[in-house]
């Protein structure tokens, strides 16, 4: 086995473990509340803009690898990673401080009730569908991200751009419903 085939097969091993673990390790956080910490409520737009800076920077990467500046594309695809892994970390740490917010609850005291959930009637279908959507394509683009990385890394060019073609769209929807959510939900964040 040479080289570049060793290494793959460890990149493989790794996008493998990554992809399974970074949604458990997600979930289970979920399900720890620091004690004696003020709630992190000034987290949710900064992770929104990250979202929306991810979104921006994924379309001008496409558009500078099309116009052959490769150099550039790898900076701005690198930073997009970062700002995910960034965002990530925020996230959980919002969610470890603060209990989740109710999609309606217009007076803000954490139960939805009867007359909360018919004003805004089906909106929230609408809402909900963006955010189950919003997070089953964020677990899945996982192995999508790193394998188009890997590919880039081990100069696997063709393999590269037909992965990314998939991956591009994928992600990008994540990124800009990541922001959609947080302006749907914002109205019903606690003070």
């Known amino acids: 086995m040479n080289d570049l085939a060793k290494k793959e ?10 992809s399974v673990a970074i949604p458990i390790a997600v979930a289970l956080l979920f399900m720890v509340r620091i004690p004696n910490v003020e709630r992190l409520g000034f987290l949710p737009p900064i992770y929104a803009g990250i979202n929306a800076l991810t979104a921006i920077l994924l379309i001008t990467a496409v558009i500078q690898i099309k116009k052959g500046n490769r150099n550039l594309h790898e900076k701005l695809m690198k930073t997009c990673i970062a700002l995910s892994v960034i965002f990530l970390v925020l996230y ?5 401080t603060s209990d989740s917010t109710k999609f309606g609850d217009t007076n803000l005291d954490g139960v939805l009730s009867d007359a909360e959930n018919a004003a805004v009637g089906v909106f929230k279908y609408v809402y909900y569908f963006i955010l189950i959507t919003h997070i ?9 991200v790193l394998i188009t990385y890997v590919r880039a890394t081990l100069g696997k060019f063709e393999l590269h751009r037909k992965i990314a073609r998939i991956t591009f769209p994928i992600w990008l929807y994540v990124a800009v419903t990541g922001v959609v959510v947080y302006f749907m939900i914002f109205p019903y964040y606690p003070v």
Do not use: D, M
């Not at 097969?9 to 990554?18: D, E, F, Q």
């Open 92 to 96: 959980v740490l919002y969610h470890a």
């Open 9 to 18: 097969k460890l990149y493989n091993r790794w996008i493998v473990i990554l």
């Open 136 to 144: 089953l394509l964020s677990i899945g683009v996982i192995p999508f």
